[in-house]
């Protein structure tokens, strides 16, 4: 006749299995609302200004939406080249309103509050329009941001036209930046000179988005 003693391990093993399905939310198990083609979709969102920001506030001009967490590798490759900063500027110049949001949820790599989120930004040079933060991760998962960096091209009619990883080199090293094929400035050249987008999606590369209830395993690496 077995005993209780017999069953524990069985037991402990089942209850550590519910507890993983349970709480583990995978970075990619995002809802991904955003189609190419369709409507971007609606959003409202505090910046680190103090500012509250919603995508109809920029009907009529083109919006980049970027995924940041500045303790990833990969985002620092893309500010540390000034890449990054370069590309906001450049855009900026150009009428392009540039958001960075942030999905990172408190206690995990890549929150701040406003305050430090703007001094991390300082650091790091950056030059986007301004900083959003998403502690409750909803925003992202409206999007189905992955990764850090995670790219977004809404034209002026609010329709989204890309999506995907900002280059063609999924590498943190720094001199990648040089040879890359950057899809988002390709992106918004075609769609700001009336052109068709070529590359309208890719693998996004970077760091998994720390979202609320996903269990964090340090800095995580991901493709796609």
């Not at 993983?20 to 995978?26: D, L, N, T």
């Not at 995990?108 to 040079?125: P, R, V």
């Not at 070529?198 to 590369?205: D, G, I, K």
């Amino acid at each position: 006749m077995k005993t209780h003693t017999q069953f524990l391990p069985i037991a402990l093993l089942a209850f550590a299995a519910v507890l993983f399905v349970g709480f583990y939310a995978p970075a990619s198990n995002t809802a991904d609302d955003a189609t190419i083609g369709a409507a971007a979709p609606a959003f409202i969102l505090p910046g680190t200004d103090g500012e509250s920001y919603t995508l109809a506030d920029f009907e009529g001009k083109f919006v980049v939406l970027e995924w940041l967490n500045f303790g990833c590798p990969y985002v620092k490759r893309h500010y540390n080249s000034g890449n990054m900063p370069e590309l906001q500027q450049a855009y900026k110049d150009k009428d392009v309103v540039w958001l960075s949001i942030v999905s990172s949820s408190p206690g995990k790599q890549g929150y701040y509050e406003a305050d430090g989120m703007n001094m991390q930004n300082e650091k790091f040079g950056g030059q986007q329009t301004a900083i959003l933060l998403d502690p409750s991760g909803d925003v992202g998962r409206l999007y189905g941001a992955k990764t850090t960096p995670h790219m977004y091209i809404i034209n002026p009619e609010g329709t989204l036209i890309y999506k995907g990883g900002i280059d063609d080199k999924p590498r943190a090293r720094e001199n990648e930046t040089k040879t890359a094929n950057n899809y988002v400035r390709a992106a918004l050249e075609e769609a700001m000179n009336g052109q068709e987008v070529s590359v309208a999606t890719a693998r996004p590369y970077g760091c998994s988005v720390n979202y609320y209830l996903s269990v964090e395993f340090g800095v995580r690496s991901v493709v796609g």
